[in-house]
């Protein structure tokens, strides 16, 4: 268990890295500078000599990653050029709002799933079975920031019962939690469904059935168990879609959020805010596969983790 812990660390470490040396490799490369942007079109040569020079992007391009690698590893992003504050500042204010929609989503999509594919698993081709394949379609077929629009039209405009946006509490987090998460529900509702049935059908199920064991009980306590493993995987993959649902959300609903902090940095070249923003969301990508690759073992005691 330890050395495969350590094996994993590593190979985060190799992929966050990698990202950190790409998103600083393709900044450079990229047309338009910090300098620039904030000089304007109209800025003479020394106005923006002296931004470049203020910025550190003056210098040579090893020097400014040297630079970077060593401040990074003692949490110093520097300071971000559209806002005059340190990263840290930046990303910590708006960090939190984000956790709490991104766990939000993630709550509810599993909720759903959870819910809709035992009960359609359990009774093959019912309403509920029938419901639930077009739940999943529906949920794939509609983009996050379309689904958006319409939950705002629907509960804000027409209803007036969620505010539009904003992070004014719990309700706001409401319309774009929901939007979010029905774009996940879909593959984990058809891949708990296909586990359930397959696992309902098992030699174990029966025998506990033959022992007069409740439906439920053996569904929810002993069935579920074992058909969740391939849920975690999907869980895996859907972080990084989360990751990317969450900005679009943030866009649509105007959350103040890490996606709004990506957004405006990209728009300004805010090198060090995006390079922040870039390797915490890289790492918290690898940390949370990994943390669910853990859960394997915790969730199947079939499943031992080697080297």
Same mark, same amino acid.
């Not at 966050?16 to 942007?37: E, K, N, Q, Y």
């Not at 630079?67 to 840290?88: C, I, K, L, Q, W």
């Not at 983009?143 to 804000?156: A, R």
């Not at 993959?237 to 902090?261: C, H, M, S, T």
């Given at each position: 268990?330890?050395?495969?812990?350590?094996?994993?660390?590593?190979?985060? #470490?190799?992929?966050?890295?990698?990202? %950190?040396?790409?998103?600083?490799?393709?900044?450079?490369?990229?047309?338009?500078?910090?300098?620039?942007?904030?000089?304007?079109?109209?800025?003479? /040569?020394?106005?923006?000599?002296?931004?470049?020079?203020?910025?550190?992007?003056?210098?040579?391009? *090893?020097?400014?990653?040297?630079?970077? *690698?060593?401040? %990074?590893?003692?949490?110093?992003?520097?300071?971000?050029?559209?806002?005059?504050? /340190? *990263?840290?500042?930046?990303?910590?204010?708006?960090?939190?709002?984000?956790?709490?929609?991104?766990?939000?989503?993630?709550?509810?999509?599993?909720?759903?799933?959870?819910?809709?594919?035992?009960?359609?698993?359990?009774?093959?081709?019912?309403?509920?079975?029938?419901?639930?394949?077009?739940?999943? %379609?529906?949920?794939?077929?509609? /983009?996050?920031?379309? @689904?958006?629009?319409?939950?705002?039209?629907?509960?804000?405009?027409?209803?007036? #019962?969620?505010?539009?946006?904003?992070?004014?509490?719990?309700?706001? @987090?409401?319309?774009?939690?929901?939007?979010?998460?029905?774009?996940?529900?879909?593959?984990? @509702?058809?891949?708990?469904?296909?586990?359930?049935?397959?696992?309902?059908?098992?030699?174990?199920?029966?025998?506990?059935?033959?022992?007069?064991?409740?439906?439920?009980?053996?569904?929810?306590?002993?069935?579920?168990?074992?058909?969740?493993?391939?849920?975690?995987?999907?869980?895996?993959?859907?972080?990084?879609?989360?990751?990317?649902? *969450?900005?679009? %959300?943030?866009?649509?609903?105007?959350? /103040?959020?890490?996606?709004?902090?990506?957004?405006?940095?990209?728009?300004?070249?805010?090198?060090?805010?995006?390079?922040?923003?870039?390797?915490?969301?890289?790492?918290?990508?690898?940390?949370?596969? @990994?943390?669910?690759?853990?859960?394997?073992?915790?969730?199947?005691?079939?499943?031992?983790?080697?080297?």
């Amino acid at each position: 268990m330890t050395r495969y812990l350590l094996n994993r660390l590593f190979q985060a #470490i190799a992929v966050v890295w990698a990202i %950190a040396v790409t998103v600083f490799v393709l900044l450079r490369l990229s047309p338009g500078d910090p300098a620039t942007i904030r000089g304007g079109l109209d800025a003479s /040569p020394e106005v923006i000599e002296s931004y470049a020079r203020e910025f550190g992007t003056d210098r040579p391009i *090893v020097d400014q990653f040297a630079r970077f *690698v060593g401040h %990074a590893f003692t949490g110093d992003f520097g300071t971000s050029v559209r806002y005059g504050e /340190p *990263v840290t500042s930046v990303v910590g204010q708006a960090l939190p709002h984000t956790l709490a929609l991104g766990a939000t989503a993630l709550l509810l999509s599993v909720s759903i799933a959870l819910a809709v594919g035992v009960a359609a698993a359990r009774r093959p081709g019912s309403w509920i079975d029938a419901g639930s394949s077009v739940l999943a %379609a529906a949920g794939q077929a509609m /983009p996050t920031f379309w @689904l958006g629009l319409v939950l705002i039209q629907v509960f804000s405009v027409q209803l007036g #019962i969620f505010p539009s946006g904003g992070a004014t509490g719990f309700s706001s @987090l409401v319309l774009p939690a929901t939007a979010v998460a029905l774009a996940m529900v879909p593959t984990q @509702l058809r891949v708990l469904r296909s586990s359930m049935r397959s696992t309902l059908g098992e030699d174990y199920v029966r025998t506990a059935r033959s022992f007069g064991l409740r439906e439920r009980r053996i569904s929810y306590v002993y069935a579920l168990r074992n058909a969740s493993l391939p849920v975690l995987t999907v869980i895996g993959v859907d972080v990084g879609y989360l990751l990317g649902g *969450v900005i679009v %959300a943030e866009a649509v609903f105007n959350y /103040p959020g890490i996606g709004q902090l990506a957004i405006s940095a990209l728009g300004t070249r805010d090198y060090p805010l995006i390079q922040a923003l870039a390797i915490g969301s890289a790492a918290v990508f690898v940390l949370l596969n @990994l943390l669910i690759d853990l859960l394997y073992a915790v969730v199947d005691p079939r499943v031992r983790v080697s080297g």
